[in-house]
C-alpha cells in the first residue's frame, strides 16, 4: 500500500502561480491512478484533477480546466500539481489520493482510498 506526502503550498497572490508535489512510498505506484482534491472551510471535498496510471489520460474540474495541469513521473513515484492564474476560490486545503487503477474512473471520491494529509494552498487578492 502506498503513502503520500504533498508538498508545495503555501500562500500566493491572485494570479499567481504554485506547484503541488505528492510523493509516494511503497511498492507499484505505477499501478495507481493518482487525483488531487480540495477542501475549502465549511465545504465539501472536491474534485480538482486526475491521472490515469500512465499518465496518459487526464481529468479535471470545470473549474480549473485550462489553469491546472496534473502530471506524474513514476520513476519518481511523484505526481505534480502544476496551478497558474490562481484565483481567490482556490484557496482550499489540497489532498493528494490514489486508488487502484482500473479504468473504471477518476473523479470520484469514494473511488480513492490512499490520502495524504494535505497542504494548504492561500490565494490572496
Known amino acids: 500500500q502506498l503513502q503520500l506526502v504533498e508538498s508545495g503550498g503555501g500562500l500566493v497572490q491572485a494570479g499567481g502561480s504554485l506547484r503541488l508535489s505528492c510523493a509516494a512510498s511503497?511498492?507499484?505506484?505505477?499501478?495507481?491512478?493518482m487525483a488531487w482534491f480540495r477542501q475549502a472551510p465549511g465545504k465539501e471535498r472536491d474534485f480538482v484533477a486526475a491521472?490515469?496510471?500512465?499518465?496518459?489520460?487526464?481529468f479535471y474540474a470545470d473549474s480549473v480546466k485550462g489553469r491546472f495541469m496534473i502530471s506524474r513521473d513514476n520513476a519518481k513515484k511523484t505526481v505534480y500539481l502544476q496551478m497558474n492564474s490562481l484565483k481567490v476560490e482556490d484557496t482550499a486545503v489540497y489532498y493528494c489520493?490514489?486508488?487502484?487503477?482500473?479504468?473504471?474512473?477518476?473523479?470520484?471520491?469514494?473511488?480513492?482510498?490512499?490520502w495524504g494529509q494535505g497542504t494548504q494552498v492561500t490565494v490572496s487578492s
Open positions: 491521472s490515469s496510471w500512465s499518465g496518459g489520460s487526464t
Open positions: 511503497g511498492r507499484s505506484f505505477s499501478s495507481y491512478a
Open positions: 489520493a490514489a486508488h487502484l487503477d482500473y479504468g473504471l474512473g477518476y473523479d470520484r471520491l469514494g473511488q480513492y482510498d490512499i
